[in-house]
């Protein structure tokens, strides 16, 4: 049996805790990003350079929404179980009736509905400048997007139950999120890579979530496909899987 108002409870929850500061948690992180594709538009793209046949702009914008999703997505599951260690509070998570699974679920979906909401901010700032960015093929969009907000989610859910402090959080966002994303093709094609650099694109799981939600708005990509939307599966099953083990041996939270 599942206790869906319980589940509910913990979404709404966790919903309202950062929308409430939608400022800082929604419009500051889209405003970021667009002044991010502005920089870049003006450093890159002045002299009318196309990337697969489109303006730069249009190019980067995808991927710089797909980035600024992942990357809040993570920002928002890394968070509640973290201060309910610090401040002592972690017994309001771990004492309703909710089973491990309710528990995660309801984290990763409110980590998943912020992300949805940035890329919904996202598209009207871009649809302003650089314009005539929609999507072309919606369900590439929507299934990229959700795998790359999901797959974030779990890992945000992971650092939050491993972390013991802030800076353990800050290190797996330096270390491992900001390279991984800034090394995804955001901001170039990898047809134009070689050896090493192009060998760590295809193992890199961030690089299918952009190149696959670029397909969306753009109709071309850089990569097969259907080998992104396996790998990106395959990858949110285990680290969904570890995230539901880890809770429920309560490793870090009842211990």
Request: charged letters at 10%; glycine letters at 10%.
């Amino acid at each position: 049996m599942i206790n869906w108002a319980g589940l509910r409870a913990l979404y709404i929850k966790e919903v309202r805790r950062f929308f409430k500061v939608q400022l800082q948690t929604i419009w500051g992180p889209a405003f970021s990003a667009l002044l991010l594709l502005i920089v870049f538009s003006v450093a890159f793209g002045h002299d009318g350079k196309q990337v697969m046949g489109v303006p730069f702009a249009t190019f980067a914008a995808p991927g710089l929404i797909a980035m600024a999703m992942m990357q809040n997505a993570f920002a928002n599951s890394s968070f509640s179980l973290l201060v309910g260690k610090m401040q002592g509070t972690i017994v309001d998570y771990l004492m309703p009736p909710l089973s491990s699974g309710e528990l995660l679920s309801a984290l990763v979906a409110a980590a998943m509905t912020r992300a949805v909401l940035i890329m919904i901010a996202l598209l009207v700032l871009v649809n302003i400048w650089p314009g005539h960015i929609l999507p072309r093929v919606p369900w590439a969009a929507l299934y990229f997007g959700l795998m790359g907000a999901g797959m974030l989610s779990f890992l945000g859910v992971m650092t939050s139950v491993w972390a013991e402090k802030f800076d353990h959080n800050a290190t797996v966002t330096n270390f491992v999120i900001q390279p991984l994303s800034l090394l995804s093709g955001t901001f170039y094609s990898i047809d134009g890579l070689h050896g090493a650099f192009r060998a760590f694109s295809h193992i890199n799981p961030f690089f299918y979530v952009i190149s696959g939600f670029r397909y969306g708005f753009l109709g071309t990509s850089d990569s097969n496909i259907l080998t992104g939307a396996i790998v990106l599966l395959l990858v949110n099953v285990a680290l969904g899987t570890l995230c539901y083990s880890l809770i429920r041996s309560g490793w870090k939270l009842k211990n």
